[in-house]
């Protein structure tokens, strides 16, 4: 079965920290990549994805991740954050399976930005 | 445009009550359905999905059902709730493999 790991649950920073946010999944075989984001109060949204192709995929509001096939990892990255940056972060595996194409989460990060 | 409604918003519910929630989609067809939930400290977890009326697949045993009696209508229900079903609760549809989900907006179900 699938399973993908987020092994920070809360990550505080300072604004203009640099934010690295892991996630490693379970499953050798074809998968496309989401990050999620829910702000406070907020829908669920989609922050980016990787299907195929260049592995450094970027999303909205500055926030990039690279697909590291040999270490099934799809880490988060932002140079910079911003006090709004403040939310929950979800990773997302899809593993091509017959009929629907089901998405696995983590179990989130909360990031916490201090102005 | 396609849009995701989903209802109550909360709703507290005593232990042993029946359970209904709906979610319905707009805007599409044949859309791929499914309903997870979110538990404090847990993330999110797959519930239920559907790739067509009547077609139903349950990933996690549980005390909830799921029905799909129209194209874009996806149930989750309950015959008798449990503490351990508080929750919040998203539904979610997508059109195909690998383009991800749209979610609704949720539901907060305490269980007193």
């Known amino acids: 079965a699938q399973s993908v790991s987020q092994h920070n649950h809360h990550v505080i920073l300072s604004e203009a920290a640099s934010l690295e946010l892991g996630c490693n999944y379970s499953?050798?075989?074809?998968?496309?990549l989401f990050w999620y984001v829910q702000y406070p109060g907020q829908h669920l949204q989609l922050l980016l994805k990787?299907?195929?192709?260049?592995?450094l995929v970027k999303g909205i509001k500055g926030f990039e991740a690279e697909f590291i096939k040999s270490k099934f990892s799809f880490n988060l990255r932002k140079p910079s954050v911003q006090w709004s940056d403040t939310a929950e972060y979800f990773c997302?595996?899809?593993?091509?399976?017959?009929?629907?194409?089901?998405?696995?989460f983590g179990t989130g990060t909360r990031l916490t930005v201090i102005p | 445009s396609q849009t995701i409604h989903q209802w109550p918003a909360t709703l507290v519910q005593p232990v042993g009550s029946p359970l209904s929630l709906e979610c319905t989609v707009e805007?599409?067809?044949?859309?791929?359905l499914y309903w997870y939930r979110q538990a404090a400290g847990r993330g999110l977890q797959l519930l239920f999905y559907?790739?067509?009326?009547?077609?139903i697949s349950s990933e996690v045993p549980q005390n909830l059902s799921a029905s799909r009696p129209q194209d874009r209508q996806f149930i989750l229900s309950s015959k008798k709730l449990l503490l351990s079903d508080s929750g919040f609760y998203l539904c979610?549809?997508?059109?195909?493999?690998?383009?991800?989900?749209?979610f609704g907006s949720g539901t907060r179900l305490t269980v007193v």
């Open positions: 499953y050798g075989g074809t998968v496309n």
């Open positions: 979610a549809w997508s059109v195909g493999p690998g383009l991800g989900y749209t």
């Open positions: 805007g599409t067809s044949n859309p791929n």
């Open positions: 559907s790739v067509g009326i009547g077609q």
């Open positions: 990787y299907f195929s192709g260049d592995p």
């Open positions: 997302a595996v899809n593993a091509f399976q017959t009929g629907a194409n089901n998405l696995f």
